[in-house]
């Protein structure tokens, strides 16, 4: 299977521990997103890149969220001194932008749920 | 008021019935609209995609959309046990994959 890989699946931590998420995108594919989704809600837009480059973050992503995708595979999410609030389920997707055209639809991953305790 | 609404959930139907799930959104800048199903503790997958008004068929399901009301729609024909998941709308004025704007998701389930 080929599709959008993210580890781990779950996640338990304390409060003000830091963790990191990876997520290995479809491996054509130069963008890559990261969406957070809690109970009972749709997904939403964290930051995403294009190949190396982080174009745009959101501002739900707080200055204790950091992402990586330092050679435009693989991806991290990291988040230090975690909060109740942070708990939720950490959707990574991709996609492929080719000759500028944005209209790839998204495959996304399974997602890392995140409980902090 | 949120970007997207989703009718509020969740919705249980017997097996072969006609469900019909419906968004409707505010920002008129949106252009393309997608239909995601998502089972318990899985991601989304992709089920329709529609640029601009119109219908789009595939198999059982058809996804509508109408601009000049904001108003998109999913319609599943001969719903089946199997259909039972979260359905999620997403919407963006740029393309499919940029920044998707989702609904909170209605939770459908297929009594057999």
């Known amino acids: 299977d080929t599709g959008v890989s993210q580890n781990p699946r779950h996640k338990i931590t304390k409060r003000g521990q830091n963790v990191t998420f990876r997520c290995d995108p479809i491996s054509e594919h130069n963008r890559l997103y990261w969406y957070r989704q809690t109970l009972g809600q749709g997904p939403e837009f964290l930051t995403y890149?294009?190949?190396?480059?982080?174009?745009?973050k959101s501002r739900l992503l707080s200055d204790r969220f950091s992402a990586e995708r330092p050679k435009g595979s693989f991806s991290t999410l990291e988040i230090q001194r975690t909060e109740q609030g942070d708990s939720a389920m950490y959707l990574c997707?991709?996609?492929?932008?080719?000759?500028?055209?944005?209209?790839?639809?998204?495959?996304f991953g399974n997602g890392t749920r995140l409980t902090v305790t | 008021q949120k970007e997207v609404e989703q009718d509020p959930g969740p919705l249980s139907v017997p097996e072969g019935a006609i469900v019909s799930l419906n968004c409707t959104y505010s920002?008129?800048?949106?252009?393309?609209f997608m239909w995601y199903r998502q089972y318990s503790r899985k991601g989304p997958e992709l089920l329709m995609y529609t640029y601009s008004s119109g219908n789009k068929e595939d198999g059982r399901f058809t996804a509508q959309v109408d601009k000049s009301s904001k108003y998109i729609s999913l319609f599943i024909r001969d719903s089946q046990p199997s259909d039972s998941a979260t359905y999620l709308c997403?919407?963006?004025?740029?393309?499919?994959?940029?920044?998707?704007?989702f609904g909170k998701g209605i939770t459908l389930s297929v009594r057999p």
């Open positions: 920002n008129s800048a949106f252009q393309y």
């Open positions: 890149f294009q190949n190396e480059a982080q174009l745009e």
């Open positions: 997707a991709s996609s492929s932008a080719v000759g500028g055209w944005d209209n790839s639809p998204l495959h």
């Open positions: 997403a919407m963006s004025p740029t393309g499919a994959n940029s920044k998707l704007t």
